[in-house]
């Protein structure tokens, strides 16, 4: 998962990505990039690195861009090279940081949120019958490689939106997976596009110009336009969300001002949308809605209908817990829901160091191993000879669930039943997040017994997947949710990642 943001219409577009960016930094912390077009030098400006935002972008750096449009992106790598296998080689970690450019036609620069499924099928293509060499391990480098040979078929030295449009749409032919993308078009205008199936998110906002960008950026059009992967970025620039990309949809804001926009492709195909329901268990920001549905609503009623499962299992003798303890962050809303329905306490006993990164998008067992015991502090005066009800997101690995239900237990807790808002998780994702091989599931090949078992949990609870539809609610019926990693029901074509899983496996050793 990664985060993506782009403006288009200020002069400030680069100090708008860039604090757009921060707001997404939950979605990737392993490096982050900018590139901006300045409409008046005809110049592009970038600069990418490894690490956190705040780390990579210096008020130096900053000064040194400019330009009326940017897009940004900050880095969670699925794939790629990682410290484990080569300690040393931060050329190749650096090589795949976004944004990524390519000179011809016009000049393109892009960034992506997602996973190429068939990213080793398109790069045999592109090297045998378009003579057109990969550098990176980025699938992003494979639509980039696309999207310049579509426009450079079409357009040698004109453009239209159509081309653009034929381009992509031969990108949705070519391409299997999750993505959303924005790019820039030196001289013609900024870009967006969703995969046909809409698995990752991307939504659009506007906002007036103020009086001092119009005198600043004299060809104004008096609206910029701002996309990003979710709405709290927009929210926090003082842009009005205006909607969620469409699946399949292509969007053009071109140099004049004009909005184009095509959603066709999905509709002809009559594909049906997918979003991805961990959005709403563990990766947006509770701030953010997402399909009209908000985050911090659907995490409330994750809680009240665990509540559901819990009472009946107390009304069966099953558990009788004292007191609902969050595992910070994701679950704190649930948590409190999960407490006012069922009428239990509600106590934050687990009390997170701040400065510790999110221990599931670390990528080497050694380092979620090290976060778990350096994240969290248990006050074992609030838990001694209690019932504890633990709740967290959801269950990937159970590395960082069995450490902490060890640590409630060694806090003198008398039972520890653990709790999570989002059912078993038993098969790889392809599309984006870094679910890995099945074999490292912990929910993949034992029953939940033999789960809770494993964990150390006297009891062990999932959101069922019923449950979870239902909570997070958007329209469908559930039938318009990806949960292919819960139930191994792909809506995209997965028969290529066979060799996606060995590459995955080979970097993550
Ligand atoms: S497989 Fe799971 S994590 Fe991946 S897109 Fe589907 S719901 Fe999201």
């Given at each position: ?134 550098f990176t391990r980025n699938d992003l480098e494979a639509l980039i490689n696309l999207l310049s040979d579509g426009l450079s078929?079409?357009?040698?030295t004109t453009f239209s939106f159509d081309q653009l449009q034929l381009s992509i749409l031969n990108i949705f032919e070519r ?41 600043a950026h004299p060809k104004h059009f008096g609206k910029s336009y701002c996309l990003a992967s979710e709405s709290n970025a ?276």
């Amino acid at each position: 998962m990664c985060g993506i943001v782009g403006v288009f219409g200020t002069p400030y577009s680069f100090q708008e990505v860039y604090q757009g960016l921060l707001l997404l930094q939950h979605r990737g912390q392993d490096a982050a990039g900018i590139l901006s077009f300045d409409y008046d030098s005809k110049e592009f400006h970038h600069y990418k690195d490894l690490g956190l935002i705040s780390d990579v972008f210096s008020p130096e750096i900053l000064a040194g861009f400019s330009g009326h449009m940017s897009i940004a992106h900050t880095r969670y790598s699925t794939i790629g090279p990682n410290e484990s296998k080569q300690p040393k080689n931060q050329i190749d970690k650096k090589r795949d940081i976004q944004p990524m450019m390519i000179n011809y036609p016009f000049g393109i620069g892009m960034v992506h949120n997602g996973n190429i499924v068939n990213y080793y099928e398109l790069k045999k293509y592109l090297s045998e019958e378009k003579d057109r060499h990969l550098f990176t391990r980025n699938d992003l480098e494979a639509l980039i490689n696309l999207l310049s040979d579509g426009l450079s078929e079409r357009s040698k030295t004109t453009f239209s939106f159509d081309q653009l449009q034929l381009s992509i749409l031969n990108i949705f032919e070519r391409a299997r997976g999750g993505f959303s993308v924005l790019g820039l078009l030196a001289d013609k205008g900024l870009f967006a596009f969703r995969d046909p199936h809409g698995l990752r998110p991307l939504i659009l906002g506007e906002r007036v110009l103020t009086e001092e960008e119009k005198v600043a950026h004299p060809k104004h059009f008096g609206k910029s336009y701002c996309l990003a992967s979710e709405s709290n970025a927009l929210n926090f620039l003082g842009y009005t969300p205006v909607r969620d990309l469409e699946p399949g949809e292509i969007l053009f804001i071109s140099d004049m001002g004009e909005i184009y926009s095509s959603a066709i492709y999905s509709k002809l195909k009559k594909i049906t949308p997918k979003s991805c329901m961990f959005e709403w268990v563990y990766f947006a920001n509770p701030e953010s809605v997402l399909e009209e549905r908000s985050v911090y609503s659907a995490r409330l009623d994750f809680g009240k209908n665990l509540a559901l499962e819990v009472q009946a299992l107390i009304d069966s003798g099953v558990i009788a817990p004292d007191i609902v303890v969050p595992i910070p962050e994701t679950s704190r809303v649930a948590a409190i829901s999960l407490s006012e329905t069922l009428k239990i306490p509600y106590r934050e006993v687990l009390i997170k160091n701040r400065y510790i990164q999110r221990s599931f998008i670390l990528n080497t067992p050694e380092s979620r191993k090290r976060a778990v015991q350096l994240k969290l502090t248990a006050i074992a005066s609030e838990i001694e000879g209690k019932n504890i009800l633990l709740l967290d997101d959801s269950i990937v690995r159970g590395t960082t669930s069995k450490r902490i239900i060890e640590m409630v237990k060694e806090a003198g807790a008398k039972e520890v039943y653990f709790a999570t808002t989002c059912p078993p998780i038993k098969f790889p994702c392809y599309y984006g997040v870094d679910f890995p091989d099945p074999k490292e599931l912990v929910a993949s090949s034992r029953t939940i017994d033999e789960v809770a078992e494993y964990l150390g949990a006297d009891k062990l609870i999932y959101l069922s997947e019923e449950a979870t539809k239902k909570s997070i609610g958007i329209k469908g019926n559930g039938e318009n949710l990806c949960m292919a990693c819960i139930n191994g029901c792909y809506p995209v074509d997965v028969s290529s990642a066979k060799v996606f899983q060995d590459m995955r496996s080979f970097h993550r050793e």
